[in-house]
């Protein structure tokens, strides 16, 4: 009889601690049970019209309720408050700020770099659409939710846009970063590009840096097209002397460059064979002077690698200054002798035509 008992409570002390590893299984992520952010303020359908004068003044308070999930202690929600234009379903929106907290202050003129860089024009109104998306770090697409969107009148001023930049110091220049030339994130999204031209000997090696100094964010390799901010990181570098497209994603780490030497081709070099333009380190773009002679219809563009796969002309209708791939023919009206001006420091190529 003892035994018996014995074995009973054997068999119950198994389904005690069968019963306690059941209940001590890791919860589980119930993403049904989600609640997405709210945006509480400003309201929506407010009127902004921001000012020069107001540039350091806040603009307004973003601020929005957390996103709940079904479990606590998870990692840090992270935020990121976009912008477009209304009824655009943010396809081409802009990141006003990536954060952990619930609320953001932005200043007018940060607001009306980003409305300028959108290519929205200064005076005018324009109906904008805010909305957060957020995720769990490092569980992107299986955590993120988006808010309802706010909605709010910005009228922009005209003002010269300062863009988010980084400084490209080399061996080419002496490794200073205060005289390095820069790359611009355009789009406000941490992806930078710009034109990088490296003169002929020494080791074409270089780096990146978020200030013009050593002693902030550095970015050196971390093996073929990577990035490294470790201060022990190795240098980047290109094959040889030229200039160079390059595209830097901070955020992914990555970069890459496209070899691209620019020339002038036009009616009076009959279209074959265009001019080598040369690199003026000083004020960062690339110029040519030559003499035009009196040719009919005669007009030009700008070519790369002394092909037409990458040809730049006019955007149409022309404004005399803007320049997009394979856009229009850029009329001579007459001969003479001129320079030509390449500038690549602004969202869109751009160039001069000056007659001396």
Not at 43 to 55: N, P, Y
Not at 143 to 155: C, F, G, I, K, R
Request: glycine letters at 8%; hydrophobic letters at 40%.
């Amino acid at each position: 009889m003892k035994k018996i008992i014995l074995i009973i409570i054997a068999f119950a002390g198994l389904g005690f601690v069968f019963s306690c590893q059941k209940e001590t299984k890791d919860p589980v992520l119930d993403l049904s049970q989600t609640v997405a952010p709210s945006i509480s303020s400003p309201d929506t359908g407010e009127t902004f019209i921001l000012l020069e004068v107001d540039a350091d003044s806040i603009m307004t308070t973003f601020n929005w309720s957390a996103t709940k999930y079904s479990l606590d202690n998870l990692e840090s929600v992270k935020y990121v408050l976009q912008m477009d234009i209304v009824d655009s379903n943010f396809m081409n929106f802009v990141t006003v700020v990536t954060t952990t907290e619930t609320s953001y202050s932005i200043t007018v003129g940060d607001m009306n770099s980003l409305l300028l860089a959108m290519g929205l024009s200064a005076g005018e109104a324009n109906n904008m659409e805010f909305r957060l998306y957020s995720y769990i770090n490092n569980t992107v697409d299986v955590t993120d939710v988006y808010s309802e969107a706010l909605s709010l009148t910005l009228t922009p001023y005209a003002s010269f846009v300062e863009y988010p930049k980084l400084w490209v110091p080399g061996d080419y220049q002496g490794w200073d970063p205060a005289s390095a030339p820069n790359i611009y994130s355009f789009t406000n999204d941490n992806v930078f590009t710009g034109y990088i031209y490296m003169p002929e000997g020494g080791t074409y090696e270089f780096k990146f840096t978020s200030d013009p100094d050593w002693d902030h964010t550095n970015y050196g390799s971390a093996g073929e097209g990577l990035l490294d901010t470790e201060a022990s990181a190795g240098n980047l570098s290109v094959p040889g002397h030229g200039g160079y497209d390059v595209v830097v994603d901070i955020d992914a780490l990555t970069w890459s460059y496209e070899l691209k030497n620019w020339g002038v081709i036009g009616q009076w070099l009959d279209w074959a064979d265009d001019i080598d333009m040369i690199w003026d380190a000083e004020n960062q773009y690339l110029y040519l002077t030559t003499d035009i002679p009196d040719v009919a219809d005669n007009r030009f563009k700008f070519r790369a690698n002394d092909a037409w796969d990458v040809n730049l002309g006019a955007i149409d209708p022309p404004d005399g200054e803007t320049l997009t791939q394979g856009g229009v023919d850029i009329p001579i009206t007459e001969p003479g002798n001129y320079t030509f001006i390449l500038r690549f420091t602004t969202s869109e190529p751009t160039y001069e035509l000056i007659k001396n």
